[in-house]
């Protein structure tokens, strides 16, 4: 039996508002291209449509920066209102020079700004701050489109991040439900009888780059994605999933390789 | 129009030995699954069965280790033998102890253990090296399935890595033929007219996370996909193409970051 998995993009969702819900966003824009979702689909949303929905939207004018924030800001050569917002969302600063401020943010994420992003948001002071809670925003949404629909998907809230080692950004998974997001492989044999070496899979990392496929960036439009057709997906109704795709230092095995 | 991507498994392959024609054992695959190859086609095909057909498989018992294999062994307490056939693959020890071993390997890409690998290969003392070059093997592939059936698709080499700060291994793109593996978004504005903040796309990589939805990994014995629909490919007949993924230490924010 032939193996295939689609990745639909949704592109008539048009620009989303403060409140929209984006369930019904989601929902209505398959149903405009006479797509019905299914049991099983994995719908992956972008992070921006999801911030700006649930009113992540800040004007740094109206931020007063601390003085770890402005201290930053010198050495980094920002804007210490932006900095200012970044340590709002992040535990720990792990780098900050010109290239790049790397932190941890307080969800445990490891990446660049906390996430904050000036793209794709209207005005000139305003940033979008990451959903409060990914995990708990992807719940919502497989829950709204459950009551819309009758179907059990599931939902990854994706966004774009860089990667050590690696030139290009891919998307990743910041948030989830509905499903396992690894695919824990140990234990199993090869085709040869041998343990596998590769122990588990990160597969709600590749479903979100996989959507990346159709969604493009910016100017595309296309905020959302239907992946069709994953015959290892396991359904769980568990909460925080997300964490489960966070390495902490001490287990990461690329400490101190960079 | 409904942008749709397709990842369709090939599943038909069979057992790869030493001197196969993966050209013909792709093509071959799809037709008896009655897929037809087409123009802007990318076939993603998994390393391991590109280092079968290239007799890329090494007996360690004929393998005697240099001295620094051995002090890195007994550092690491792994096989002598095992650690020189990394080393003889690279050209940078990146970190070495009980852990891990990180390589930056002589084609530049940085990886655990020069992508050595064990599973998926008959006999107990033998490893399977990875391609002696990707790109290369990519551009021979491509232009095998070029010969059989006249049309020009684009070729991945893909292999199983793990990611800094991030749980769980994925496909990466390895060596690539007929497409550029980055999107260039510098100078594109977004909807509101914005710059964009992401840059660049790491394209060929998600392509080839993408192509372990329906590769799986070990058991599921599917190692190669085709990946229909992407409108953004830019094809090319450049070489070397991979090392358009690879970051250099300068060049990497992550920098003493982990």
Do not use: W
Request: with cysteine.
């Amino acid at each position: 039996m032939v193996s295939v998995v689609s990745i639909i993009g949704l592109n008539k969702i048009g620009l989303v508002k403060p409140q929209d819900d984006v369930s019904k966003l989601i929902v209505d824009a398959a149903g405009a291209d006479e797509i019905k979702l299914a049991d099983f689909d994995v719908v992956v949303v972008s992070q921006k449509i999801i911030s700006k929905a649930e009113g992540q939207l800040v004007d740094i004018s109206k931020i007063e920066p601390s003085k770890q924030a402005k201290s930053i800001a010198k050495r980094t050569k920002k804007d210490a209102r932006v900095i200012e917002l970044i340590l709002r969302d992040s535990n720990e600063v792990i780098k900050a020079d010109k290239e790049a401020l790397v932190v941890r943010r307080k969800d445990g994420l490891i990446c660049l700004n906390a996430g904050l992003d000036k793209s794709n948001v209207d005005g000139d002071t305003i940033y979008a701050r990451l959903p409060e809670n990914s995990d708990k925003s992807a719940a919502r949404i497989r829950d709204g489109i459950k009551k819309l629909t009758g179907n059990d998907v599931a939902v990854i809230i994706a966004d774009t991040y860089s990667r050590p080692h690696r030139v290009g950004q891919v998307e990743f998974t910041i948030g989830l439900a509905g499903f396992e997001p690894i695919i824990d492989y140990r234990g199993h044999n090869d085709l040869f009888g041998y343990r596998l070496h590769y122990k588990y899979v990160g597969f709600a990392d590749e479903i979100a780059a996989a959507a990346e496929l159709v969604m493009g960036q910016g100017v595309e439009g296309t905020p959302a994605a239907i992946v069709r057709g994953l015959s290892r997906i396991r359904r769980t109704n568990a909460t925080g999933l997300s964490k489960k795709l966070l390495l902490g230092k001490k287990r990461d095995i690329f400490h101190h390789s960079i």
